[in-house]
């Protein structure tokens, strides 16, 4: 590929220093990511201008007509302090007619909303637990004569396990009830319970617009996590790295699924990018019961892209390196054909 000058959209708080080195690890793993994609591109040998945004469109738009990016490397996850709003922004660099990385807006849309999502994959007959929301300010009455306890209980809009923890899962009205106002109140959002799915949890990567490829299925695993707790990605599990070598996190290559799934979920995988529009690069969670029937609990465009994280890390097992990835990803937003492109 030829140099292209990348201008890297980030939250302004996790713009990286120039080193890791000599910082704490509570520190770096904030902008671990920003870091390693500002690092990746630049040794690709792309000029590349990072820049910090808060809640100021005029920063993005002066950036781009100072610098003429031929792409913005988005990793922007929010605006204003709300999730919704990432496809926003991407809409406005659609109006500003600038090729960006990864998902497209009404991907984010559809991919963003745990409700409208699951409506738009039964549609497909594509298998997701069953579920009820409480918008803002509605209380649970009673349960739905549809759902069954146990349930668990999520934002109905935010990611990054927002919100989620092991009083997440609810057993009975009491607990339901509480847990919906707890999302209202402290993640300030509608709130969505869903059937509780036992079973391993795989995730899978996928790359691609309109010819897709998918990496090999990834698992979360424990190795002492406390008596009684469920194996659920909490916002610990996700992001705390003391905690994830307490109960021994694991994330690797899902092994001995057998050949049906094997053939199943990469299948799958795809579907649900088609069904929900999605392009660049996404993660699908799943989780298999003990029948081996998949369930998709959410997809994920734009996903983690830490160098060694799970995006990655799988990519990295079928000879794509990180700074390859990333010039896929790139190359990949500078082929998507928005509307504007006519
Ligand atoms: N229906 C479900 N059944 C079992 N576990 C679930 C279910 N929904 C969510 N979880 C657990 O909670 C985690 C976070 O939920 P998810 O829907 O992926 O939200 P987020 O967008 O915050 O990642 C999942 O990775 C999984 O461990
Ligand atoms: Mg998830």
Not at 18 to 43: I, T, Y
Not at 95 to 112: D, E, I, K, M, Q
Request: with cysteine; aromatic share 8%; glycine share 8%.
């Amino acid at each position: 590929m030829r140099r292209l000058r990348i201008l890297v959209l980030m939250h302004a708080e996790l713009v990286p220093p120039d080193s890791l080195e000599g910082l704490p690890e509570e520190e770096w793993n904030r902008w671990k990511m920003e870091f390693d994609v500002l690092a990746g591109l630049e040794s690709l040998g792309h000029e590349v201008i990072g820049l910090g945004v808060e809640d100021d469109l005029r920063v993005i738009r002066n950036a781009i007509e100072a610098h003429q990016p031929h792409l913005v490397f988005n990793l922007l996850m929010h605006f204003h302090d709300a999730g919704v709003y990432d496809s926003a922004v991407v809409s406005y660099l659609e109006l500003l007619r600038v090729p960006y990385t990864g998902c497209n807006p009404r991907g984010l849309l559809l991919a963003g909303d745990k409700a409208l999502s699951k409506k738009v994959l039964a549609y497909h007959r594509i298998n997701a637990p069953r579920f009820a929301l409480w918008r803002r300010g509605k209380q649970v009455q009673r349960l739905p004569s549809r759902l069954r306890f146990p349930l668990i209980v999520k934002s109905a809009s935010e990611h990054a396990s927002t919100g989620i923890s092991q009083a997440s899962i609810v057993r009975d009205l009491d607990q339901l009830a509480e847990r919906v106002a707890f999302v209202h109140r402290s993640v300030g959002t509608d709130a969505i319970a869903e059937e509780y799915i036992e079973g391993r949890e795989v995730t899978i990567s996928v790359l691609g617009n309109e010819r897709l490829t998918v990496f090999p299925p990834w698992e979360l695993s424990f190795d002492s996590l406390p008596r009684g707790a469920e194996p659920i990605a909490t916002a610990r599990v996700k992001w705390d790295r003391k905690y994830q070598r307490k109960v021994g996190v694991h994330t690797g290559r899902a092994e001995d699924l057998g050949p049906e799934l094997e053939q199943r979920l990469p299948r799958l995988a795809r579907r649900i990018f088609r069904a929900l529009d999605l392009s660049g690069y996404a993660r699908i969670d799943l989780r298999i019961d003990a029948e081996g029937r998949p369930w998709v609990l959410e997809a994920n465009p734009n996903p983690d892209l830490c160098f060694g994280e799970d995006f990655a890390e799988s990519a990295e097992t079928t000879g794509i390196p990180y700074a390859t990835l990333l010039q896929r990803i790139c190359g990949l937003g500078l082929g998507y054909r928005a509307p504007w492109k006519g």
